[in-house]
């Protein structure tokens, strides 16, 4: 529908015209009356006034699937609009095995839900698709229509149904008279512990310590402080919940213990950033986890995410502090691809067990080279030990910049190479088999030669075009005996082009003939020994 149609029908709603608005939209699209509950104007009792002219017409001049209709002015809670559409039969109640009622239920309609439950004929059974409805609604935190689905006399959804999916979702989000509505329902209620302490996972995750305390607290299937190997604690660690974490730590029965899962919480905590979490899981009295666990994953990980504060931490810890070299070096590999500058000046000047800038041939610089991180590359190419050369590894931090399109990473790493017409070729080869040809933003003109260089375009344009038809007649003196001297033989210069025509259709020398006009633009980059811009060629 467009917008001048949409424009006549505002203007048509001003002036209280509903059966022209009617007879506008019947005759505009095929579905008038989706259109009319989605995007039409606003004002006459939700469009109401314009539905009874619309349902006046034949039914040959409406929508043929009127429930993408009734699910919008469900979702807008147009109540008046899914009244006239269910009394009019043009749409059942349980249409799509009750999606009516679950996207009210979702949307917290009261009003609509209880007239699809109350709808003399094929009404939506209250428990339609094992309770999605009561599912949505938990979820979204309705808690007035869990509670008439749960009362629902017929065919009423399970308290416990999908497996206590809706406790699940409830706790996820909060909604602690939900929790405790179906902690309490009379039947079936589900389980506090279902799942293997799932909601207790969701709500610690989230940091929803009432709802925590309230099922470690349940009389009957409380769920264990350490279900799921401790992954409750691990989730809260996470997250950055301390109190959770404390609560978890110091619960009297079943607590988990602070290394559990080989200290999967530190590590956790650690690459979030959660430096308090970090501290009271290594000074807990019992079952502390090793600074180092899982052989320094925790430091690998806050080096990964740039947390400096954490790295610090575990590097200066009294007791099993993990290498900085730990995994290969992984943790200064992790912070240059990440480009966190500070956290690789930290680890390279680490006094024990500090990775040598160059190690492993120069990997941190080849992946601080390849995500465009110019001050970690420059960073390692002017550390003043065992600083990585500009061309290790063959050249491949080059080529993998030039491959990203990081001309200024390329620059740099052409400054300080002795020779770097070795490597420009394998560059540009890079460059152009991954259509990075972003080196020409820098102000292509600048490089151009001086004889090709305008000083001022529109001065040469006035120059050569001051009198163009006596350019045109000086050049046109005789069309007739131009195309004459020029057409002598038309059959032989058709022959003598067409001798290569095969030549041309064929699509693999196409492809080929594109690779090569590819490879041969040009890339920009700086030569700091001749301190002036100069360009590479594939020739």
């Known amino acids: 529908m467009n917008k001048l ?11 209280g015209r509903p059966d022209v608005m009617a ?28 539905l009874d002219r619309l349902l006046e017409m034949p039914r040959s001049s409406l929508d043929k699937d ?5 699910n919008v002015a469900i979702e807008r809670g147009s109540y008046e609009t899914v009244h006239k559409l269910l009394s009019a039969g043009l749409v059942a109640a349980d249409y799509y095995a009750g999606s009516g009622l679950i996207i009210a239920a979702m949307h917290g309609r009261m009003e609509i839900v209880n007239l699809l439950l109350e709808c003399p004929q094929n009404a939506p059974r209250a428990d339609c698709q094992d309770g999605e409805a009561l599912v949505v609604a938990a979820r979204h935190g309705h808690v007035d229509i869990v509670r008439v689905l749960l009362e629902c006399p017929q065919n009423a959804p399970r308290a416990d149904c999908q497996n206590g999916e809706a406790l699940a979702n409830a706790a996820l989000n909060g909604h602690i008279d939900i929790v405790r509505l179906l902690l309490e329902w009379p039947v079936n209620a589900p389980r506090a512990d279902c799942k293997d302490g799932r909601a207790l996972i969701f709500a610690a995750g989230n940091g929803h310590v009432d709802i ?7 009389p009957v299937n409380a769920p264990r402080a350490d279900c799921n190997d401790g992954r409750a604690l691990i989730e809260a660690a996470g997250n950055g919940h301390v109190d959770i974490v404390k609560l978890l730590l110091e619960w009297p029965v079943n607590a988990p213990t602070e290394d559990c ?3 999967q919480a530190l590590i956790e905590a650690a690459g979030n950033g959660h430096a308090d979490v970090v501290r009271m899981l290594l000074v807990w009295p019992e079952d502390a986890p090793r600074a ?24 200066k810890w009294p007791r099993h502090a993990p290498r900085v070299d730990c995994q290969n070096g992984r943790a200064l590999i ?24 160059d190690f492993n041939d120069g990997l941190a610089l080849l992946v601080a080279a390849e995500n465009g991180h110019l001050d970690v590359v420059r960073l390692l190419l002017e550390w003043p030990v065992n600083a990585p050369r500009a061309d290790c590894r063959n050249g491949q931090a080059l080529i993998e910049a030039a491959s990203s399109g990081e001309v200024y990473v390329v620059r740099e790493l052409l400054g300080w190479l002795e020779d770097a017409n070795s490597l420009r070729r394998h560059a540009l080869i890079a460059a152009s088999s991954h259509a990075n040809m972003e080196f020409r933003r820098v102000n292509p003109q600048q490089f151009r030669p001086k004889s090709l260089q305008r000083k001022n375009p529109q ?15 000086k050049n046109q003196k005789n069309p007739q005996e131009f195309r004459r001297k020029n057409q002598k033989n038309p059959q032989e210069f058709r022959r003598k082009n067409q001798k290569n025509l095969h030549r041309r259709q064929n699509p693999q020398q196409n492809i080929q003939m594109q690779t090569l006009a590819l490879t041969q633009k040009t890339i920009v980059c700086s030569d700091t020994l001749n301190s002036q811009m100069t360009t590479l060629t594939f020739v």
């Not at 009127?66 to 009734?70: D, F, I, L, V, W």
């Not at 925590?212 to 349940?218: A, D, R, Y």
């Open 5 to 15: 149609v949409l424009g006549r029908l505002q203007g048509f709603a001003s002036l």
């Open 23 to 50: 007879c506008i939209l019947a005759n505009s699209t095929a579905n008038p009356i989706y259109v009319l509950v989605k995007t039409g104007p606003v004002g006459i009792d939700y469009e109401t006034a314009v």
């Open 66 to 70: 009127t429930s993408r209709a009734c």
């Open 212 to 218: 925590v305390k309230l099922f470690l607290e349940w």
């Open 261 to 263: 899962r080989n200290g």
């Open 292 to 315: 180092d666990c899982q052989n320094g994953q925790a430091l690998i990980e806050a080096a990964r995410n740039g947390h400096v504060d954490v790295v610090r931490m575990l590097l």
């Open 334 to 357: 992790e912070a240059a691809g990440n480009g966190h500058a500070d956290v690789v000046r930290m680890l390279l000047v680490w006094p024990e067990h500090a990775p040598r800038a």
């Open 459 to 473: 001065h040469f344009r006035r120059k050569n075009q001051k009198n163009p038809q006596e350019f045109r007649r």
